[in-house]
């Protein structure tokens, strides 16, 4: 794998939490539409399972919080979780600057 592809992807699958909170951020999501739509805005299709064991995780630290609405369960972000997403930004933000 080339330096490049190694980058990619820990931006990406590594990190998928930026991407579910980013989402979340703008309106209540669930895992099958969350898939879809990281690929259509940001390039890259995580796996349904990867989604399965992030979400449970973000909701067990307080950053999002879930819903269940008919057979789906929804996930917000919580306010704990708007502060992370902002530390992840800046962080990325940060490293940007450095390069």
Do not use: C, D
């Not at 990190?15 to 703008?26: D, F, P, T």
């Not at 306010?79 to 930004?89: N, Q």
Request: glycine share 6%; net charge positive.
């Amino acid at each position: 794998m080339q330096p490049s592809e190694r980058l990619r992807h820990h931006l990406t699958s590594e990190n998928l939490w930026l991407y579910i909170l980013s989402l979340a951020s703008k309106k209540p999501v669930y895992a099958y539409a969350l898939r879809k739509e990281i690929k259509k805005r940001f390039g890259f299709e995580p796996s349904l399972v990867m989604l399965y064991l992030v979400l449970p995780r973000l909701e067990l630290a307080g950053f999002i919080k879930s819903e269940m609405k008919g057979r789906r369960k929804y996930y917000r972000i919580t306010e704990k979780g708007r502060e992370e997403l902002e530390k992840g930004k800046s962080e990325i933000k940060k490293v940007m600057g450095l390069i």
